[in-house]
């Protein structure tokens, strides 16, 4: 199968990696550095997984450089590119082709399809980490729960059928992945993962374990996820828990400790001078709930710190 990363930076290199040693033809489109390095010598995986050494991959540093026809483009860019990146190589992708969303945040597969339709989108949770090392080089450096791949918005038999088959060629190749019939819910799950630890880790420069570790930090993250679960429920998502409660045994019990030593995309965006995904996030919890009049202080006050945290390390006076 013809597969292209559109995005392949940590996340996207580790996708194309497992597929690419499955057998599959994968295009990497990405920043010259690392996709530069791969060209060269090929694309080495480390970390939780295994070591790996993976080559015969085709590079591309811009859609131009493309040839069309792909069955499938995996997007894993970030958030705020995603209409751009969708726009880009719309017309690689072939008539019958996927588009699958591996993304952070809300509002990635309907941007996917006003763009090339929502018959031809797939959305998925991806909740494990990865990092590049150096050009060249990819870690997975923390997995807490199968990637989960339905259909966005629930619709007919074949799409459906083309979920679960996408979940089993991931999960041949080497990633835990699932077919999941409410992926709405499943998405809505991470960002409250992410409304809890990603702002408030960038904000305080530590690793998720140590937000875990402190009253005053449980507290903030109590109220992000509240705020986040009630706007779901206004939203009509079928939550798979009874109350904010639930959710939070679980993400106290298992999710947090299992990515304890992680450092958020968010984090590293930020010490790096990057834009990061808040307004994907804790951004899109809280214009969500101004839209079904839910007030949602805590995630609104995130948002505008990691904002002003960015215009202070970019010089940007927004």
Avoid: C
């Amino acid at each position: 199968m013809r597969v292209l990363i559109a995005g392949a930076g940590a996340l996207g290199s580790i996708f194309g990696a497992f597929l690419r040693r499955a057998g599959d033809d994968v295009t990497l489109l990405g920043r010259p550095g690392h996709l530069d390095a791969i060209a060269a010598g090929g694309l080495f995986v480390e970390g939780i997984w295994g070591d790996h050494h993976v080559d015969g991959f085709h590079v591309a540093h811009d859609a131009a450089q493309l040839v069309a026809g792909f069955e499938a483009i995996l997007v894993t860019v970030k958030a705020y590119d995603t209409a751009a990146v969708a726009a880009a190589v719309a017309a690689t992708l072939r008539p019958d082709g996927v588009m699958l969303s591996l993304q952070n945040g809300l509002g990635n597969a309907e941007t996917l399809g006003r763009v090339v339709g929502p018959e031809r989108v797939l959305a998925a949770r991806v909740i494990f980490g990865a990092e590049v090392v150096v050009p060249g080089r990819v870690r997975v450096t923390v997995y807490a729960d199968p990637v989960l791949i339905g259909v966005w918005p629930p619709a007919d038999p074949r799409r459906v059928a083309q979920a679960q088959a996408w979940a089993q060629r991931i999960h041949a190749a080497g990633i835990p992945a699932e077919f999941t019939e409410d992926v709405a819910a499943a998405l809505w799950g991470k960002v409250f993962y992410n409304a809890a630890l990603n702002p408030l880790g960038a904000l305080l420069g530590v690793h998720y374990g140590a937000l875990g570790e402190h009253a005053d930090s449980r507290a903030i993250m109590d109220r992000a996820i509240e705020e986040a679960f009630a706007v779901a429920l206004a939203e009509g998502v079928r939550l798979p828990w009874a109350s904010a409660a639930a959710y939070r045994a679980v993400f106290y019990e298992r999710l947090l400790p299992v990515t304890y030593h992680h450092r958020s995309s968010m984090l590293q965006d930020l010490e790096h001078g990057r834009p990061t995904e808040v307004d994907a996030i804790s951004g899109e919890v809280w214009r969500r709930g101004r839209r079904h009049g839910v007030t949602t202080p805590v995630n609104e006050l995130l948002t505008r710190l990691v904002r002003a945290r960015e215009a202070v390390r970019t010089g940007d006076g927004r």
